[in-house]
């Protein structure tokens, strides 16, 4: 089984992200989930076979499932133009959708302390302006969700940021409804993930603007890639959870002499199959479907 690690579809104009393939046809555009995997700011030289069809996969349940305003159009090839409907690997992993001015804001929301917010909140007792109670340990989950909001950085990692400065950034009435949106669906993502034994830890959401002013959920929606899902019946306060993503990459690259500002090393194929065995499982789990990839 190999890995799809780059679209070619030329005549059209392409811009290459980490992950995903973005083709600007005018008014719309087509995204096409590759299998690339990054960790550490790289993109990895190995792929996760299906990994793009399962994220896609994962969002289109969601977008069904959230019943909101979004960016999609369709998700059968044979509604997109002829150069990309008579390419059968693109089955599966390519959406065509509205084009929309991105708001320049990665919509965060976290249920538990995790990541970047369980590092800030040692240091401030705070995530992103928002101040916590004392006394709370890695991996606990919050009184209530908190919406902490980040930059989006063309290179490196995406920076947290408060409140205010989002305000300052995109305008308070923006600010309010993307809060208020976000933390509504993070909420009811929550609900149901707890029906199939995941704990939804935190995700992101990224929003665009219409022409008409009207706001519509844009990019993918929680998937493992966006999202920390945590198996609850292996979730303990204290530590940090294992997770339905690339957890068996980074834990891989971290044993390796790798400086993290090189070329990466390929991966193994042991690391690739348990890689790709993780988001098959968080699909069918969150899903109840079987993965027929």
Known sequence: MSALLQSDVPGVPCRHGKVRDVYDLGDRLILVATDRISAFDHVLPTGIPDKGRILTALTLFWLDRLGVENHLLSADLAAMPPSFASRPELSGRTCLVKKANVVPIECVVRGYLAGSGWK????SRAVCGVALPEGLRQAEQLPEPIFTPATKEETGHDVNVSFATMTGL???ATADELRGRSLDLYRKARTHAATCGILLADTKFEWGRLPDGRLILIDEVLTPDSSRFW?????AVG?????FDKQFVRDWLETTTWDKNSRPPMLPDE?????????VEAY???TGRRWGG
């Open 284 to 286: 069918e789990r969150l």
């Open 231 to 235: 198996p609850a019946d292996e979730y």
């Open 271 to 279: 690391v690739v199959e348990r890689t790709r065995a993780k988001y």
């Open 120 to 123: 800030e909140y040692r240091r």
């Open 170 to 172: 995109v305008g308070e």
């Open 239 to 243: 530590q940090s959870p294992p997770s």
